[in-house]
């Protein structure tokens, strides 16, 4: 068995994209590929886990879940027949190479959700009151499934007027309430619809993973693809960020240095039509899946493109304008490490500077890591390090909120720049076999005062540079609780190198190992917890390891003998000075607020159908945020000038001032769409369910707590690193 030599450590969330396979490649043979995957699972997972009777219990309840989340459209009785069926043959099924399961189970929910759809249409004809005290569930993950068709119609007929509620509400003057909620479930049916034989496997084989750890994964030929993507930061492609738009694939951002925005024709607004290769003939777009629009822009380097498309600009409905442009590689710089230097005016007229790097993820050109240019984590931060020190930074702030991980091998080099050499981290094998990682060379490329800031969303690699870190008492550890807590190893297996003459297989990405502290601890379930605790929305109980299914539990080894640095930290001494103005901080007592609303929301888990009730809740939200605008509105700005450093500026004499951009909604990292990152789940949410969202960004975008009491605990840092404080002061502080 012959496997890549890619190691990751790479969270769930930032591990399932989708991107479009190369046209015109041969359909996997998914007996074998099915087989082989349960094989691998059997046999080299972690786990030690057999292919048995009670992984296919589990295997189908999962799968089950997946295709109907929120228990909806299936009924008890189809789970029941499901369960006689299924429940104890799907090891031997996959053993013996058969996927048809999946797709049987899939056709009979595409059937559910097309009959339901059908019923849902003739509900909106109906006249919706919203009178008195009824109330809908919101999230039905935990509901038990519809008894039968009657249960299920009752519970979609308040689902439904929900949905009426909430587009009612929302007052809009284009849109009725009936048309947005039918196009809805129209686009549901149409991708049900669209799902191709290798999408519905893969997502089977997927789950079949997920039974064994979360973090297990098969990834289809397209998604292997998307996985490279996002390890090297680029692709070939045009450059352009597609979003979809009344059934056009619409441009909604153009990659500055791309082919796209180098040719200049294309513009933001502008929705493609049809798209043809070369000198071929167009192929309409409208209405098709936005990913099949992407496989088709995408290409080989140097290939021609053609877009046909309808002018953002225009006011001739029948207007097209078609664009030919040549595909070549696109780097995806926003995802790049990329660094801030604040300045801040102290009492006695001098400014201190704090570097501040921002890592979105531990990224690496695995493919090419043996050439000069490869992409590297390890060489971007470097080189933004050098600037900093240029610029005689003052203290450090290393910024992994919301970093999922990658790289082991970067995780341990990056470490390796603010540490003597040592080991890292460890990695225990199934049999035991434990193998130390480390970082052999002795020089340190900053070695001032630092601290790392983090999240429920910084996962693994990102746990294994603050646990470090941490026990080498080289940084003080801010932000969340604890960190996600992934602390397992995964390796990617190329099913086409075990499988003869086949290609487009995919492969397996299989936890083998799992990690563990220099200190003994696992980061595996508990993550690394926090010096200095910071609140926030992120630090929910719904958010981490714990709160997936089947997560591998916590355990410890034999510590390491290691090196911790001699400069003290005095984190009893910041947690004390920290916890004094985070008391005394109206925006912190506003997360704490909202923190307790959500958390009481999601305990009651049901909104009223109750128009009355419902304006009393939308003006009592709106009469808070307004309160604190307006309160907000009284306070000075901030005196501290902020500068950007980037590697595509880091070289250059004068540094340049950052320009804050207008806050835009999220897009999928690494891919020229706009899509979600997972395969969509299964109906459409009501607005309500978007809720804690809102709350998320309710501050405008230059309010960030967090980063103004990070940036006060490192001065604090600094400080103390200068005048080390005496017990006297301490109680002062306190007392303040």
Same mark, same amino acid.
């Given at each position: ?27 996997? *043979? ?16 972690? +786990? ?21 989340? =929120? ?59 919203? +009178? ?8 039905? *993950? ?10 299920? *119609? ?50 089977? &084989?997927?789950? &079949?993973?997920?039974?064994? /750890? ?98 953002? =600009?225009?006011? %001739? ?87 999922? !991980? ?22 225990? /094998? ?42 080498? #008492?080289?940084?003080?550890?801010? !932000? ?13 297996? %190329? ?35 926090? %010096? ?51 008391? !005394? ?24 159908? #109750? ?15 307004? !309160? ?20 595509? =500026? ?70 103390? =690193? ?15």
């Amino acid at each position: 068995m012959k496997k890549t030599s890619c190691i990751l450590l790479t969270s769930i969330a930032a591990m399932l994209t989708v991107v479009p396979f190369v046209t015109g490649a041969p359909e996997p *043979d998914f007996r074998k590929v099915a087989s082989n995957v349960g094989n691998l699972l059997e046999t080299a997972h972690f +786990s030690k886990r057999h292919l048995d009777d009670s992984v296919s219990k589990q295997f189908l309840k999962n799968y089950l879940e997946r295709l109907d989340y =929120n228990h909806l459209f299936f009924t008890q009785k189809d789970v029941d027949n499901f369960t006689a069926k299924y429940a104890t043959a799907l090891d031997d099924d996959i053993s013996a190479g058969n996927a048809k399961p999946a797709l049987e189970i899939y056709e009979i929910f595409k059937k559910r959700v097309e009959d339901r759809v059908a019923k849902v249409k003739e509900s909106l004809k109906e006249k919706y009151e919203f +009178s008195g005290t009824r109330s809908v569930e919101l999230r039905r *993950d935990k509901s038990p499934w519809p008894k039968d068709a009657a249960d299920a *119609d009752r519970i979609w007929r308040d689902r439904v007027e929900g949905e009426m509620l909430d587009r009612t509400l929302m007052n809009d003057k284009v849109d009725a309430p009936v048309k947005v909620i039918t196009k809805r479930y129209d686009q549901l049916l149409r991708n049900l619809r669209e799902q191709t034989e290798e999408e519905i496997i893969s997502t089977f &084989l997927t789950i &079949l993973a997920e039974t064994y /750890d979360p973090h297990s994964e098969y990834m289809s030929r397209s998604q292997l693809d998307s996985f490279n993507i996002n390890m090297r930061l680029s692709l070939v492609g045009i450059g352009a960020v597609l979003k979809e738009d009344e059934g056009y694939a619409n441009i909604r951002e153009l990659v500055v240095g791309g082919p796209a925005s180098k040719d200049g024709r294309l513009k933001v607004g502008d929705r493609v039509c049809a798209v043809a290769q070369g000198d071929e003939p167009f192929v309409e777009t409208v209405d098709m899946r936005l990913d099949k629009v992407v496989e088709m822009i995408r290409g080989k380097k140097d290939t021609i493109v053609r877009l046909k498309v309808i002018p953002v =600009n225009t006011t %001739d409905p029948s207007e097209r304008k078609v664009i030919e442009i040549k595909r070549s590689e696109v780097k995806l710089t926003e995802q790049e490490a990329k660094a801030e230097i604040i300045e801040r005016p102290k009492a006695d007229g001098t400014v201190e500077r704090i570097g501040w790097i921002i890592l979105p993820s531990f990224y690496a050109d695995m493919e090419r890591s043996r050439k000069a240019d490869a992409k590297s984590t390890t060489k971007d931060v470097l080189i933004l390090l050098e600037r900093l020190k240029k610029e005689k930074i003052d203290g450090l702030v290393m910024d992994l909120r919301r970093n999922g !991980g990658g790289s082991l091998e970067e995780a341990v080099n990056l470490t390796g720049l603010f540490i003597k050499s040592g080991c890292v981290v460890l990695a225990k /094998d199934t049999e035991g076999r434990t193998t130390k990682l480390k970082d052999n060379d002795p020089s340190v490329a900053y070695d001032g005062p630092m601290v790392v800031l983090a999240n429920k969303l910084s996962a693994s690699a990102s746990e294994i540079f603050a646990a470090a870190l941490q026990d080498y #008492n080289r940084a003080a550890i801010v !932000g969340d609780t604890s960190t996600f807590g992934k602390g397992t190893v995964q390796t990617m297996v %190329d099913i086409g190198n075990i499988i003869p003459m086949s290609t487009g297989a995919g492969a397996l990405k299989l936890t083998i190992q799992k990690f563990y502290r220099v200190s003994g601890g696992s980061t595996q379930l508990r993550g690394v917890v926090s %010096d200095i605790k910071l609140p926030s929305l992120w630090d929910q109980a719904d958010i981490g390891e714990s709160a997936l299914k089947g997560p591998l539990g916590y355990d410890t080894i034999d510590a390491v003998p290691y090196d911790k640095a001699e400069k003290p930290l005095f984190v009893q001494e910041l947690k004390q000075k920290s916890t004094v103005r985070v008391t !005394g901080d109206q925006e912190f007592k506003w997360i704490m607020e909202d923190a307790e609303r959500i958390k009481k929301r999601v305990a009651e888990n049901k909104v009223s159908l #109750n128009e009355k009730a419902r304006k009393s809740e939308v003006e009592e939200e709106k009469a808070r945020k307004e !309160g604190r605008k307006a309160e907000r509105a009284k306070h000075k700005g901030s005196e501290e000038k902020v500068f950007s450093v980037t590697l595509a =500026n880091a070289g250059k004499p004068e540094l340049e001032p950052k320009v804050d951009k207008k806050p835009e909604v999220a897009v999928v990292p690494g891919k020229d769409s706009a899509t979600p990152a997972e395969t969509p789940k299964t109906e459409p949410k009501t607005a309500k369910e978007d809720d804690d969202a809102d709350d998320e960004v309710d501050a405008p975008a230059q309010v960030d707590p967090i980063r103004r009491e990070t940036l006060n605990i490192v001065a604090d840092l600094i400080q103390f =690193n200068r005048t080390p404080p005496t017990p006297a002061e301490d109680k002062t502080a306190l007392k303040k």
